[in-house]
């Protein structure tokens, strides 16, 4: 059975929705507001990482929805936008968080629940990405007063920097090719994205987008990343092989987060403003369907079947404590169920 995990930041808990019947089967309380989630590889564990003065992350087993564990890392505060600061190895060994407040990632030894080492990095970091072969995490640094933001590199097997990478003004988001030559990064204050190469740690290419970059993902072929401006409502399309953009999606009012399907057909992005969820082939480069959704979307995921896409319905700025998860259905494009949590939902993992 596949199960949805849900971090609600103003509940201090984390839901748990069986996608089989769409229902809300668990709420367990993690001990602080949860900024972020992740699942272990094999989906038997799940990690939620909580504001504070410090932080802390709650280990859940998705067997039975306990807590087993409660680990102490850096200080970490709500940013009201979507982040990603905390990601696990492929391989599921080392888990690693950016503490925006302490500036320092925890590294964290999945085996014990360990805390094995505190790297210091630099102004308010706020994502992570990690190489396809576990060698090294690119941690990106928004340095939101300054105007030029960077990316520390951090080698895993020692828990060390080995680089340190400038980047344009306020770095929003940052992936990696599958292929693990090359890292892109949203510049959201100079509506760009940075493209370094993985081999010599420099910047190769600096592409014009649109306004306000805020995330980007990457197509599993590698050909194409598609990004989302949340200042300009748009999504531009970057051909990798010449590193510029050869389409510009207009879409609804503040595009933040978007997934691609693994077979690279279809892009899904949620607008924060506009309650909406555009759906975009990528064969076209058009939308093909948009689908109202909740309150201020904040964060999707697709089942790993690619039948379903949840999105969490964060309701910032709206009515507290009315939360929701929105269900598509990819055959029909069509809203199947909308399952009510409570809380400001604003961030969901789907176990494989």
Known sequence: MSSVYVANFGGSRVSVIDTKVNQL????????????LVLSPNGQYGYILCEGTPGHVTVIDT?????????????????????????ITHD?????????????????????NRVVATVQVEAEPLFIAITPDNQYVYVANTSINSAVASVTVIE???????????????????????????????????????????????????IMVGEGPSDLEITAN?????????????VSVIE??????????????????????????????????GNTLSIIETKTNQIIATVRVGSAPFSLGI?????????????????????????IETKTNQVISTVKLGGNPIALAITP
């Open 303 to 327: 089942t790993s079947d690619r039948r379903y896409v949840y999105v969490a319905n964060s309701q910032l700025g709206t009515i507290p404590g009315e939360g929701t998860v929105t269900v």
């Open 25 to 36: 089967i668990s709420n367990i309380a993690v001990g602080g507001p949860p900024l972020a």
């Open 156 to 206: 895993t097997r020692t828990h060390q920097v080995i680089s340190t990478v400038r980047v344009g003004g306020f770095a929003a988001n940052i992936r990696i090719s599958s292929d693990g030559r090359y890292a892109y990064i949203c510049n959201s204050r100079d509506d760009q994205v940075s493209v370094i190469d993985m081999k010599t740690k420099k910047v190769i290419a600096t």
């Open 63 to 87: 067997k039975d929805h306990s807590v087993t564990a409660l680990i102490e890392v850096g200080s970490l505060s709500f940013e009201e936008i979507p982040t990603k600061p905390i990601m």
């Open 240 to 273: 990798t092989k010449v590193n510029r953009v050869i389409s510009t999606i207009g879409v609804d009012s503040r595009p933040s987060a978007l997934v691609i399907t693994a077979d690279d057909r279809f892009v899904y992005a949620i607008n924060l403003g």
């Open 222 to 234: 590698g050909k194409y990343v598609f990004v989302t401006n949340s200042d300009e409502n748009t």
């Open 92 to 112: 599921g060994k080392w888990i690693y968080v950016a503490n925006n407040q302490s500036n320092t990632v925890t590294v964290i030894d999945a085996k014990d």
